[in-house]
């Protein structure tokens, strides 16, 4: 399998969990991103959607977790301000 096909296969993931998202469905979406991080462990993409989906089904804890190391694995050694800076956005919407 080449890198091509590795980034269309959890790119069809992302795209899937998004809409099943969009929909309301945060279980559905979370399942969805589970494989996709099992599949795809160095995905930070797929990491920080799957954090996000926790923190929407009540586990804040979990979903943080998994939103730090993908921002500290996307931005390297300026991840820990990243993080704090998103946390905080989150929060806020989790609020409205």
Do not use: C
């Not at 991103?33 to 586990?59: C, H, K, M, Q």
């Amino acid at each position: 399998m080449t890198q091509f096909d590795l980034k269309i296969n959890w790119e069809k993931y992302h795209k899937e969990a998004g809409e099943l998202y969009e929909a309301g469905e945060y279980e559905g979406a979370r399942e969805l991103l589970e494989t996709a991080n099992r599949n795809y462990p160095d995905n930070s993409d797929i990491e920080w959607s799957l954090g996000f989906v926790y923190s929407l089904v009540g586990e804040e804890e979990k979903g943080r977790e998994l939103m730090q190391r993908a921002v500290n694995r996307a931005f390297g050694g300026n991840g820990p301000k990243v993080y704090t800076n998103l946390v905080e956005l989150l929060d806020d919407f989790n609020k409205k």
